[in-house]
């Protein structure tokens, strides 16, 4: 029996999401700040999360869990 994917393990077969990190950098650079806090998520990863948000239309809380 073959492995379950998951809509994310689908996505990624079919989109190179990486080929858009120096674009997604480029406009929105990192901002690190001296001050501590939280460092921030890759650029990648949260378009991946806006890719998905858009494609199942779910909502901030459904994409969180």
């Known amino acids: 029996m073959g492995r379950y ?3 994310l393990d ?3 077969e079919s989109i190179d999401f990486e080929a858009f ?3 997604l950098e480029e406009l929105a650079p990192s901002l690190v700040s001296n001050q501590g806090g ?3 998520f890759d650029a990648v990863f949260m378009f991946k999360v806006l890719v ?6 779910l909502s901030e809380e ?3 869990f």
């Open 21 to 23: 990190g120096l674009l």
């Open 10 to 12: 689908k996505l990624v």
């Open 62 to 64: 459904k994409v969180e």
């Open 52 to 57: 998905l948000q858009y494609y199942y239309g």
């Open 38 to 40: 939280r460092p921030p």
């Open 5 to 7: 994917l998951t809509p």
